[in-house]
């Protein structure tokens, strides 16, 4: 066999193997799809009915306001229109929004400190009542009254003087 012949067949038996695999999924076209006894041709006649609530005048079409409103953010094409009467405030440019954007932070981290001094303020002047409260629910006097106050401590007796001395040794 010449080897033109040979190039020949193998191209032609690899299209066979390739539509092969191809006509796998394939239907066969002369074969009549039922299902439950009815053709399936005949039943697709039918699926184009229209159901009550659709309206044929309407479908596919949806106003600018409702597509606006539905997926452009809110509504900001109702709020173009009614704007364009007035003119609204203008766009503010980068530098400005930066600007911006310190100065609010700069004012929070002010509120922050300010808060945060009153906190201490009052912290301290809790605890200087509740010192307070506390000596007074002990029924103490304050340091400086009970050292004025204090009683002389009795003199030691010589039983007392021996037992401390022999605790030392």
């Known amino acids: 066999m010449a080897p033109e012949d040979k190039i020949l067949q193998r191209f032609s038996m690899e299209r066979q193997r390739l539509h092969e695999k191809k006509d796998m999924f394939n239907l066969n076209e002369e074969e009549e799809l039922t299902h439950y006894g009815q053709s399936l041709a005949e039943m697709e006649k039918f699926n184009d009915l229209m159901d009550s609530d659709s309206e044929p005048e309407e479908k596919g079409l949806l106003s600018a306001e409702l597509t606006a409103s539905h997926f452009g953010g809110g509504g900001g094409l109702l709020r173009r229109k009614t704007g364009e009467a007035g003119e609204g405030p203008r766009a503010k440019s ?4 930066i600007e911006e954007l310190i100065n609010k932070s700069k004012q929070q981290k002010r509120d922050r400190q300010v808060q945060k001094e009153e906190t201490v303020e009052l912290t301290e002047k809790l605890d200087k009542d509740w010192r ?5 629910m002990a029924n103490r006097t304050p340091r400086a009254q009970r050292d004025d106050a204090q009683p002389d401590k009795p003199k030691l007796d010589e039983y007392d003087m021996m037992v401390r001395e022999l605790g030392f040794e």
Do not use: F, T
């Open 132 to 136: 307070n409260i506390q000596g007074l």
């Open 94 to 97: 980068r530098q400005e929004l």
